[in-house]
């Protein structure tokens, strides 16, 4: 019982900040219909910035986190400057194929400069205990940090000028370019965002897990299953497949082999893509 | 002569494969020999996924599922129940085209984006399951022990025998590739590709025709995962399902050109030879992967249509050669 507890908790702890990772992909999919293959390799970008910081400026991590998401912000930025704002009207193989060249860019010279050995940001905040369970210090700040994010990005999405310029765009882009809203920065800025948000989770993980230039790729596939899950383009639903995500994770290794946990995980993705497409809380539309 | 004017594109196709399977021939040399089966299994495999990417419109990311799969199949009938290598081929392609027609059936509902979210998923979800599946080894997978290449007269002549089935099913994959090009059902595919629901008030059944086109590009993948293996030696669940190499499979579809049946194939032998290119050179051999996707990423922008859709497109005459 008392192992079937930690285990939920560790995998809820996690399961916001997966989420995090996948409001980013959900985010972009929502507003430009693009699927972002580049994905994986900012996270993994996310968790080599706070390791260089902490490491070799000697930043505490999470004043790092600050300088990583801008960082992620901007990278989003020139990604779709350069990439993908002349694919945006092409089919979707072209977006698939030229988000994946950039991820073929940044794993090749990843590989080259950190090798594709293991990393650790040796942190720690000591242990917190509740009763029966005890967490990791990292894991909590973590899952604090990835609900203020959500936050966040609520209040400026809903609260905002800018946040509401990309609901309208989301929305139909046409219309609101015909309503004054600069759609190309609009778009641009959306897609910082979604690279924002997945170099900040994955900045959050490295603070926990160990990693390599190559762990960005079992994250990314996370964050499809947690975009179906909760609705291709819904950033709220996206929190909440995070959550069935890291709970599934937390539940599997109390009943069977923790091996089985992907199998479940990928099973439950065609499932919900061919049951409902449309996700748990229902997509953009 | 009429004949042969009329299947003109198809004979340059061939021609491109001959040169492949001969070049070995002539050198004489086994590292030659490797390199060339490489090369033929990448043309092969994209031409088949050329069938349901190119001429269907379906973006299939997670192909090499059906490679992982009847290489698993033809593996364990080799390696554990004793088969001939002839018979795992049989039952490689066989099961990798019904699996593939029972995940067709369900997945070919999905359009755009979320079919190609589909099979990354089935191929993560099966990688994972073979994993767990102690029949298939688990996770460390299967070997064969090096006694059974006596039956095909000792491991080099093994080899040797590898490469000869390799040629002929690159053959075979190309010349089914061309059947379909030019026939009726061919046509209906490409009609799916450039709008569905106009191909389907004309008359074309989509679901069938959808899901015959990806059976019959799962067939021949299946076939070339026993082959593979069994010169491989040794089998494992990341060897049989690298979504990489599958995005490399799309990758060479497009740098060809896609929809076309000359396109595949001088993408995938371009693609494989500039990595070997790269790979070997001492300035790129770090970064050849970011040489790769730039490269990608200026065809992707520039052109779009691949190497033989951008001949097609600027000298017209060319296109009843080109197929």
Redesign the interface.
């Known amino acids: 019982m008392d192992f079937l507890l930690s285990s939920l908790s560790d995998g809820l702890l996690i399961g916001f900040i997966y989420g995090v990772a996948a409001m980013g992909l959900t985010l972009i999919f929502g507003v430009m219909d693009v699927i972002n293959l580049a994905h994986g390799p900012i996270i993994a970008l996310g968790m080599f910035g706070i390791y260089l910081t902490f490491n070799n400026i000697g930043l505490q991590p999470y004043i790092g986190l600050i300088l990583v998401a801008a960082i992620g912000l901007l990278l989003g930025i020139i990604i779709y400057l350069i990439v993908v704002r002349r694919v945006l009207d092409a089919p979707h193989l072209s977006t698939l194929l030229a988000t994946f060249s950039v991820n073929m860019i940044i794993i090749g010279l990843g590989t080259a400069y950190f090798s594709t050995a293991p990393y650790n940001v040796d942190f720690s905040l000591g242990r917190v205990s509740l009763g029966p369970i005890t967490l990791l210090g990292t894991r909590v700040i973590g899952a604090l940090a990835a609900i203020l994010v959500t936050i966040g990005l609520y209040l400026f999405l809903y609260r905002t000028r800018p946040g509401r310029y990309i609901r309208a765009v989301a929305n139909n882009r046409n219309a609101a370019e015909l309503m004054g809203v600069p759609s190309n920065k609009i778009l641009a800025l959306s897609f910082g965002l979604g690279t924002m948000l997945a170099a900040f989770s994955g900045g959050l993980i490295a603070t926990f897990f160990p990693f390599t230039i190559l762990a960005g790729g079992s994250y990314e596939l996370k964050s499809f299953v947690i975009c179906v899950l909760g609705g291709m383009g819904n950033p709220i639903g996206a929190l909440l497949g995070g959550l069935i995500l890291g709970l599934i994770e937390g539940i599997i290794p109390t009943i069977m082999e923790t091996t089985w946990v992907p199998v479940v995980e990928f099973a439950l993705f065609v499932i919900i893509l061919l049951v409902r497409p449309s996700g748990l809380l229902g997509a953009k539309k | 002569m009429k004949l042969l004017n009329n299947h003109l594109g198809l004979l340059i196709a061939l021609s491109v494969i001959t040169l492949l399977a001969v070049w070995p021939l002539v050198t004489q040399k086994p590292a030659d020999r490797e390199v060339a089966f490489t090369i033929l299994r990448a043309v092969a495999l994209a031409s088949s996924l050329n069938i349901i990417?190119g001429y269907t419109?379906y973006?299939s990311?997670g192909h090499i599922v059906y490679f992982g799969i009847g290489g698993y199949v033809g593996f364990y009938l080799i390696s554990q129940q004793g088969y001939s290598l002839y018979t795992a081929m049989l039952a490689g392609g066989f099961s990798a085209g019904l699996i593939a027609f029972l995940i067709g059936k369900?997945?070919l509902?999905?359009r755009?984006?979320?079919f190609?979210?589909?099979t990354?998923?089935?191929n993560?979800?099966i990688?994972?399951?073979v994993?767990?599946f102690d029949l298939f080894g688990g996770?460390i997978g299967m070997n064969i022990n090096f006694q059974l290449y006596q039956d095909y007269g000792g491991a080099p002549k093994a080899l040797q025998l590898a490469f000869y089935i390799m040629v002929g099913i690159t053959f075979v994959t190309v010349l089914v590739s061309y059947a379909v090009r030019t026939s009726k059902f061919g046509l209906g595919l490409l009609a799916i590709r450039e709008d569905e629901d106009a191909a389907e008030v004309m008359g074309v059944v989509a679901p069938n025709a959808k899901t015959w086109a990806y059976v019959l590009s799962a067939i021949f993948p299946g076939i070339i995962g026993t082959l593979f293996f069994f010169k491989n030696a040794n089998i494992q669940p990341h060897d049989a399902f690298p979504l990489h190499t599958s995005?490399e499979l799309?990758?060479m579809v497009?740098l060809g050109g896609?929809g076309t049946v000359l396109g595949p194939i001088l993408g995938a032998a371009g693609y494989q030879r500039m990595r070997g290119l790269l790979l070997t050179s001492p300035f790129f051999k770090?970064?050849?992967?970011?040489?790769?996707?730039?490269l990608?990423?200026v065809i992707?922008?520039f052109i779009?249509a691949g190497i033989v859709g951008w001949i097609r497109n600027r000298f017209p005459k060319t296109r009843r050669v080109l197929q």
């Open positions: 990417l419109g973006v990311f369900a997945i509902r999905l755009g984006a979320y190609a979210l589909a990354i998923g089935i993560q979800a990688l994972a399951f994993a767990n996770p995005i799309l990758v497009m896609y770090d970064i050849q992967l970011s040489v790769a996707g730039i990608l990423l992707i922008l779009p």
